[in-house]
């Protein structure tokens, strides 16, 4: 497996843009398209937010079709909680890209992310769409990354390629996310285009084993959004043989994708809205895949383990408080806590001053791990979460401002 740049356009026969429109103030780019020469196998996941924004709907409804060409994402307004006419504009921005492109509508997708409850200035794309067609490029990645960017610092952009089937196969990507970002979905969008010749219904199981394991495995402030989007189109143009579920290569194929949306997922939690500590939560030794699940979920959206994260302070006890109140059956007498593989628990117990020195070297370190072992199973499983810092609250108290 080999890394390239690109971003988003890394594969054969895509094209992409950004510009600004005017959504957004002061000149700031905040609508982007994404371009395949031909259509193709589209995969997608969202939200399972009860109230999706009017992209979510349109999107899901154009998935049964199973069949993309375009996707068309604007920032700065997230186009939720519009009612009728939110839907009636996204099915307008669909309807205009596929217009230009000589396309059907319901090959062209739509994402939008930014502010909740204000209705979408159809005026600024109407009057910016022709703009955007005529930047479509190959060198476009990084420009369209930075239009769906939200409170994001940094651009997040990703491509990968190996060979399969002796084609040199390449997948790439672009997601926005700084805020709002917890499993099912994480709150962000997410993009990825692959040059590779596959089969819808492989495409889809392959997106799916890939979210589970990164963007649903990310934890920054334990909300979602009615707009988590990801979506996957393929164009087939590296000319391997389709890819099915088993096939060979197919393997060689989710490997590329899995490492994509990791690559991703983490941009995602190292950009987080104050973030200034990713920090892995791996819980081994638990009964179920669903206890470890959930003990996971539990230490890593606790406050105070978070906020004694951005305080460097070796706090145990906060884990083992939000172990026990994970609603799984535990014995104190089996459970070991460590960091980075130095034990500050054995047995429920502290095992004192000497181990929480070391302790405070560990937690002052950007990025390490906290192992918990229940101590009762086989089961596993991991998440990554960020600390809780004082930007958070700034960032968060003015967004609208």
Known sequence: MKTLAGGITAPLGFLAAGIATGIKKRGIRDLALLVSERAGPIAGLFTRNRLPAAPVVLDRLHLRHRTGRAIIINSGNANACTGPRGLADAEEMARLVARRLDARPRTVFVGSTGVIGQPLPMSCIRRSLPVLLQRLRRSGGREAARAIMTTDQRIKEVAVQDRIAGRLVTVGGMAKGAGMIHPDMA????????????????????????????????????????????????????????????????????????????????????????????????????????????????????????????????????????????????????????????AIVKGGAGLGPAAERRLTKIVRRQEFTITVDLGQGRAQSRLWTTDLSYNYVRINASYRS
């Open 187 to 342: 709150t962000m969008l997410a993009y990825l285009s692959t040059d590779a010749a596959i089969a819808q219904s492989a495409l889809q199981q392959s997106l799916r084993h890939a979210v589970n394991r990164s963007f649903n495995c990310i934890s920054v402030d334990g909300d979602t959004s009615t707009n988590d989007t990801v979506l996957c189109l393929a164009n087939g143009m590296a000319g391997n043989p389709t890819l099915r579920a088993g096939s060979p290569g197919f393997a060689a194929f989710r490997r590329l994708l899995d490492h994509a949306c990791h690559s991703l997922a983490m941009q995602v939690c190292r950009d987080g809205e104050g973030v200034t500590k990713v920090v892995q939560i791996l819980v081994v030794g638990a009964r179920s895949p669903a206890d470890a699940r959930r003990v996971a979920q539990v230490v890593a959206t606790s406050c105070l383990v978070k906020t004694a994260l951005f305080g460097e302070d070796a706090n145990w006890g906060r884990i083992m408080a939000a172990i026990g109140r994970a609603g799984v059956g535990v014995n104190p007498r089996k459970i070991r806590l460590s960091f980075d593989g130095v």
